[in-house]
């Protein structure tokens, strides 16, 4: 019989159904047996009776240990009270392999003691409910973009030279002569997107972060997209539209994994369009008078965002950043140069900056002077520079970061949770 998944239980209730999975938990009650099973899609409560199954059948079941891989086959029943809402009345059961004692009880464990132990821990409930969810905001993504007739276009992983700033590379040798790893697929972005329009890109992203924090991994997944003749309104427009279309999706297809984590669910549902925009400059006002001593043109720590983000129940986008503290490319601001067409998105309930984006310079001598100013070498970006030589036209894009955007809808404390297997500070195992 082919297995079905514990998921779609109420499409087979009343009929004999296989799963395949692995124990998680069990109880006896001298001739009941309770395998709780989970199959990767949701745990299921199998009952086995003495009686009606036999001594053997009934015997194998108690030997039983914990994650040991098993066949169920049974009779599906609603079972409100039950783990998953139903209930396995079981008729066969096949022992693929007895698992070894198993290290992760159903005990409170340690972090550290998890971690270490991260291959096995992600087959806990709520780890399995963040990697779902997870799996569903990657999927609302391309979707979105699918929808809006964006192409994907994947940037390079190793690169040539810095796209901003080298504190945060991690080197590699590339046949006797340095590479890296990509921090951005940005400017290649604006390539593709000078070719193909509206393009966006999604992958693996690595910065060599030298502080321990609650939100930075030193490789995480970025979505950036690139949209030829769009200015900087219309890119938060588009950035705001994307985030209520990812909310709208895990809400409605996600709420079992929702309620694993306990999230509060009510805070996603209230987000609406449009979000709220201050200018950077409103954003240190607030800072003032919550009593913050903050000087105009230094950037945000992470508890300056919180501040911000306190007085708005949604995102917010932060615009208009001093020029110092944003990158090369940053369009200035016609109307005052000391700041930039770009803007951060900070997401509610303290979660920070979820998007970084902007207008690009579209002008060939000020990117150039630009370049210089920032002491960068200026044959390194000669192919860019071409994209202002060629057909430039104005152009914006952004880059949401993934685990930033699971860790906020999930609720989560930390960001290590939101990836199968988080690359940290000094720590790589497993
Ligand atoms: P932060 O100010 O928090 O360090 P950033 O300004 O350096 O972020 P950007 O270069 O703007 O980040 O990258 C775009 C997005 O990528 C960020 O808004 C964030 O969501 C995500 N991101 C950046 N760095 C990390 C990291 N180390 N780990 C996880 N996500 C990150
Ligand atoms: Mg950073
Ligand atoms: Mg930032
Ligand atoms: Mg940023």
Request: hydrophobic share 40%; with cysteine.
């Amino acid at each position: 019989m082919e297995a079905v998944l514990i998921k779609n239980f109420a499409q087979h209730i009343g009929k004999e159904v296989t799963v395949q999975g692995w124990l998680y938990n069990k109880r006896s009650s001298g001739k009941i047996l309770f395998l709780i099973v989970r199959d990767g899609s949701g745990l299921v409560q199998g009952v086995l009776v003495k009686q009606e199954i036999g001594e053997d059948l009934f015997a194998l079941g108690k030997q039983l240990t914990q994650e040991s891989s098993v066949r169920l086959t049974g009779i599906v029943k609603e079972e409100p009270r039950s783990v998953g809402g139903y209930e396995m009345q079981i008729t066969g059961l096949e022992v693929i392999c007895i698992a070894e004692e198993y290290p992760i009880t159903h005990k409170e464990h340690g972090v550290d003691f998890l971690a270490d132990r991260r291959h096995l821990w992600i087959r806990a409930p709520r780890q399995m409910a963040i990697l779902r969810i997870r799996s569903e905001i990657e999927h609302a993504l391309r979707q979105f973009f699918y929808e809006r007739d964006f192409v994907l276009a994947d940037a390079p992983i190793m690169t040539p030279a810095a796209c901003e700033g080298t504190t945060t590379l991690f080197e590699l040798d590339y046949h006797g002569e340095k590479a890296y790893l990509s921090q951005s697929g940005q400017l290649y972005n604006e390539a593709t997107a000078m070719a193909l329009g509206r393009i966006y890109c999604f992958g693996p992203t690595f910065r060599a972060e030298k502080s321990k924090t609650r939100r930075h991994l030193m490789e995480f997944w970025m979505i950036e997209a690139e949209m030829a003749y769009l200015d900087m309104n219309d890119n938060m427009q588009l950035q705001e539209e994307m985030i209520t279309y990812v909310i709208q999706r895990v809400v409605d297809r996600c709420a079992r994994e929702l309620k694993i984590l306990d999230r509060d669910v009510e805070k996603l549902k209230a987000i609406k369009l449009p979000f709220p925009r201050i200018s950077y400059t409103e954003a240190v006002e607030i800072l003032k008078q919550a009593g913050e001593e903050f000087v105009w043109g230094d950037d945000f720590g992470a508890p300056h965002e919180t501040i911000i983000s306190s007085h708005f129940n949604a995102p917010v986008f932060v615009h208009r950043y001093p020029t110092e503290i944003k990158a090369f490319y940053m369009k200035p601001d016609p109307e005052d140069p000391r700041v930039v067409l770009g803007a951060d998105l900070l997401a509610p309930e303290g979660y920070g900056e979820i998007i970084g984006g902007g207008q690009r310079i579209d002008d060939l001598a000020l990117l150039q002077a630009r370049i210089a100013e920032h002491k960068l070498p200026e044959e390194a970006f000669a192919w860019y520079l071409d994209l202002r030589r060629y057909g430039s036209v104005p152009h914006s894009g952004f880059g949401l970061g993934l685990e930033r955007t699971v860790a906020w809808l999930c609720g989560l404390e930390h960001i290590r949770e939101t990836i199968p297997f988080p690359r940290m500070l000094h720590k790589m195992y497993p």
